[in-house]
């Protein structure tokens, strides 16, 4: 029950994406069509994911921009998208707060990460095809750290047991000061359904750019 592409997933418990840094985004300030590698944890590229959106929605909309981001494997052959609508990020607007669907491979959704409210904490829920809570997703109260990571706990539904973790990992005082190019790891359990692995992978990508984008 692998949607195809996605093989590679059943065989490991962690994933690493960085974020490419982008010469123009840093010598204008104008944000670019982010891109990624997705890597595991040898350092080996296995997926590479870009953005897929126009100037002027990426530079008005800032960090609650819509967007298509497009996960393609080493054949070139696009095995997941992600579909995030424009919503509001603000704990103000209870009713309408973002959320992200995958899709593997794409056209066929296997999942949604539904962002929850909170009045200090980042909440997020994972859910199936069905739309049904799998699991949670917890952040720090505030996503700010110099020289340590920055930890998401990821939980079971009733958030008594931990069950991965996602990541921003601290890469130097240089390199974030002058960009917003980051790098994140990714933990989940060995046989955890193949499908909620694509999804964490695209919670990761919601969280990058509520959080940690700067503009």
Not at 15 to 39: A, C, D, R, S, V
Not at 50 to 60: M, S, Y
Not at 61 to 72: E, V
Not at 164 to 169: A, P, T
């Amino acid at each position: 029950n692998c949607p195809p592409g996605l093989e590679y997933l059943t065989q490991i418990d962690q994933i690493l994406i960085h974020q490419q840094i982008e010469l123009l985004e840093i010598l204008t300030g104008f944000e670019t069509n982010n891109k990624y590698e997705i890597k595991n944890a040898l350092g080996q590229r296995v997926y590479f994911a870009a953005e897929d959106t126009d100037c002027c929605t990426r530079n008005c909309c800032g960090p609650s921009r819509p967007f298509t981001l497009r996960i393609i494997d080493n054949m070139n052959h696009e095995v997941i998208t992600l579909q995030r609508p424009l919503r509001c990020s603000s704990c103000c607007f209870p009713c309408c707060l973002q959320e992200l669907e995958v899709q593997a491979p794409p056209g066929t959704p296997v999942g949604y990460v539904v962002q929850n409210w909170h009045p200090c904490l980042p909440k997020f829920t994972i859910q199936n095809e069905k739309r049904m809570d799998i699991l949670k997703i917890t952040g720090p109260c505030v996503v700010c750290s110099c020289c340590e990571d920055i930890n998401f706990e990821v939980k079971s539904v009733d958030e008594t047991a931990t069950v991965g973790r996602i990541s921003k990992q601290w890469s130097g005082l240089l390199k974030e000061a002058v960009t917003d190019a980051d790098n994140f790891g990714i933990t989940f359990p060995m046989d955890l359904d193949v499908k909620m692995k694509a999804v964490m992978i695209g919670a990761c990508f919601l969280i990058v750019s509520l959080s940690f984008t700067n503009t």
